[in-house]
């Protein structure tokens, strides 16, 4: 979902239109960090597996099925999820039972992160394949155009969400931290994905107590939120959403709404680059408009296809045998590099 945050970015950037919400915002942040967490999950997991360690697999996956689900029931998807939309999200799977059920998910893995993490690190044999393997300098790091934990594994703090010229979903007023490593080898970066679904994990619980804050009522004599007040205002407003009635006065009125909805919206002329900072890096999405229906040109950078030129760097006075190591800590897609 990283990636249709940044395509409705770039869209709305082209639409010139401020009509999301503080609602809207926190929404997107949560799916957002749950994806943060999915992405994590998968690369450590398969990393450990392909080093040697299979555990993990087996509490990651069980934790991803839980995330999967939660796509599931905002989309109808498990993986090709259409929840983001411009200038809004899609309100027909938000209800109680979904946001109660977030809570108990942040709440059951933390404790799988603190299994993987144990299992992990107590590891010699993980640890005699990762540290000192694969390191970057920051000099190629920065010329290669790295991003995401491969960057800030050499020390180098470069994270979106803390740009305040980039202020994309509103991450400054959330409480986040950001972490780097020293060697910038393959064992920092897995720190750091450690490190980072723990954090997710705590925006998460601040995007749900920030959601509990808008359906307070500022005429209301008590100080304390309500937390089931909030639900009654998610319905209220699914509700109004999804039951909204259009009069047609005329059939010039059916026919234009028809094409509306039919066709889509036709977007102004010109060109918009917006990124957001997804699990393996900066990903972003260019488009070029010509006032029509469809972009005359829409460029996707994707992190793996930036990160795959450093493999003969990281590589550089190692076995063969650690080509998997450095492999599995760049996080590759090989959907991004065989476009």
């Known amino acids: 979902m990283t990636q249709e945050h940044a395509f409705c970015l770039t869209v709305e950037s082209l639409l010139k239109t401020t009509s999301h919400t503080a609602l809207y915002v926190q929404v997107r942040v949560l799916f957002d960090e749950l994806t943060r967490i999915l992405n994590h999950l998968l690369c450590i997991s398969c990393h450990s597996m392909d080093v040697g360690q299979m555990s993990p697999v087996f509490w990651a996956f069980e934790e991803r099925e839980r995330l999967m689900e939660f796509y599931e029931r905002v989309s109808g998807a498990r993986m090709h999820a259409a929840f983001y939309r411009p200038n809004e999200v899609d309100w027909t799977g938000l209800n109680y039972q979904f946001f109660l059920d977030v809570v108990l998910f942040t709440r059951d893995c933390f404790k799988s992160l603190t299994e993987i993490f144990a299992v992990l690190t107590t590891n010699s044999i993980w640890k005699s394949r990762l540290v000192g393997v694969g390191a970057l300098n920051i000099y190629d790091a920065i010329s290669y155009a790295a991003s995401g934990p491969m960057i800030r594994s050499v020390g180098v703090r470069k994270d979106m969400r803390l740009y305040k010229s980039e202020t994309y979903a509103s991450y400054w007023f959330l409480s986040l931290n950001s972490f780097v490593g020293k060697r910038g080898d393959s064992y920092d970066r897995f720190l750091i994905r450690m490190r980072e679904m723990y954090e997710s994990i705590n925006i998460v619980f601040q995007v749900l107590s ?130």
Do not use: W
């Open 210 to 339: 920030n959601l509990i804050t808008f359906s307070k009522n500022p005429n209301s004599k008590d100080s304390k939120l309500d937390f089931f007040s909030f639900f009654e205002f998610l319905y209220k407003h699914r509700k109004d959403s999804l039951n909204k009635k259009v009069k047609y006065t005329s059939m010039e009125n059916l026919i234009s709404h028809f094409k509306k909805y039919s066709d889509g919206i036709r977007v102004p002329k010109g060109f918009s680059y917006a990124a957001v900072e997804a699990p393996k890096g900066e990903f972003g999405v260019t488009i070029v408009s010509d006032g029509t229906l469809k972009p005359y040109r829409c460029k996707i950078r994707t992190p793996a296809y930036h990160h795959m030129h450093l493999m003969p760097r990281m590589a550089q006075g190692h076995y063969l045998a650690d080509l998997v190591t450095c492999l599995g800590s760049q996080d590759i897609v090989f959907g991004d590099v065989d476009r």
